[in-house]
């Protein structure tokens, strides 16, 4: 029984993103990136005889994560050594577990390597190969995709990939202008409310990281001054997710942004009722151990004069308040400096 050619050659290089995965294989004549998610497929080719050039930029996205990433790290492995020092070994072993997984994580990122994007350019497509997001893996696909294109090019003049670029770019300009007047320019809110939305999203990251600041400053013992701090910070992050989710509504600008601006709103309200309802409790276990009658100033004197660590279900809750926080607030600024044109 004759053996079943070999259409395509998979190629270095696969990412995973929105629940499918972007991969590169090599065809006879032409290069063809797939997506695929397990229920449908989506193709594109680029024939090796119409490939003007493959550009290599180097991004910073392996750098912030690796940014980020380390600081969860020296955040949780600071909070084990802090809670182990006050004789809490069970909760210190959970964030040391943490601590552990995070660096994990960074190994993985420093064996990868710098991260990259990788674009290839026709004289109609300036098409960015998704699955190539790793410096490494465009070298190696570099390395097989060369020879197989000077060869399907024969002795072609070579072409300028600066030129081609701006040529595309030329063509796509006149498309734009031979619209109607009335789509002509960016949709409304698009660029007109770029300032106000960073400023939004940075009120919002920035305090989010403050208000994780203070609970973890707050955890051996809490005072006025650090719990209405806490609050402040709340309350700015709070108003300024609002802010960037009412901008975000008229724009399709920076969707990762609004996902972790209704990241931020919810868990500002969590925390929020979250730490009213901590008040009610110890109000309550006051009231019913036969003290005078409370007002809500003495509930709250009673709250910010707590100990978080003598208390195991306040010191888990505020350890989730900070990892959140930090979660949200500490990408939140890097995504929003990494947008920044």
Same mark, same amino acid.
């Given at each position: ?62 750098? +912030? ?30 964030? @040391? ?34 699955? +190539? ?76 990281? @403050? ?65 009213? @309802? ?50 949200? @607030? ?12």
């Amino acid at each position: 029984m004759k053996k079943k050619q070999k259409l395509y050659t998979k190629l270095p290089g696969v990412t995973h993103r929105n629940f499918g995965k972007h991969t590169l294989w090599q065809g006879k004549d032409h290069l063809l990136l797939m997506y695929s998610n397990g229920m449908s497929e989506d193709y594109k080719r680029f024939y090796y005889k119409d490939i003007l050039g493959i550009v290599i930029t180097k991004t910073r996205k392996a750098a +912030v994560a690796f940014s980020i990433i380390l600081s969860l790290f020296l955040i949780t492995s600071f909070f084990s050594w802090k809670i182990w020092s006050h004789d809490q070994e069970p909760a210190s072993a959970f964030l @040391g577990t943490i601590a552990f997984v995070f660096l994990a994580f960074l190994l993985s990122l420093i064996i990868k390597g710098p991260s990259c994007e990788c674009r290839i350019i026709t004289a109609v497509q300036n098409e960015n190969l998704k699955a +190539v997001t790793l410096i490494r893996q465009a070298k190696k696909l570099m390395a097989i995709l060369k020879p197989i294109i000077l060869e399907a090019q024969g002795a072609k003049a070579p072409v300028d990939v600066a030129d081609a670029m701006v040529s595309l770019a030329e063509k796509q300009s006149v498309l734009e202008l031979s619209k109607p007047a009335h789509q002509s320019g960016p949709a409304p809110g698009i660029l007109d409310n770029a300032k106000p939305r960073k400023l939004f999203h940075f009120a919002m990251f920035s305090s989010l990281v @403050g208000y994780g600041v203070m609970v973890g400053l707050s955890l051996p013992q809490r005072t006025i001054v650090l719990v209405s701090a806490t609050y402040i910070f709340l309350f700015i992050a709070g108003l300024s997710s609002a802010g960037a989710l009412t901008v975000h509504a008229k724009s399709r600008f920076a969707p990762s942004l609004k996902k972790m601006a209704l990241a931020g709103l919810i868990f500002v309200m969590i925390a929020f009722v979250q730490s009213y @309802g901590e008040m009610m409790v110890f109000f309550v276990i006051k009231s019913a151990q036969g003290k005078p009658p409370l007002s809500q100033m003495d509930m709250f004197q009673h709250y910010y004069s707590l100990r978080p660590l003598d208390f195991s279900v306040v010191k888990v809750a505020d350890g989730l308040k900070i990892f959140v926080a930090a979660v949200i @607030g500490i990408p939140g600024l890097f995504l929003l400096t990494d947008s920044r044109k």
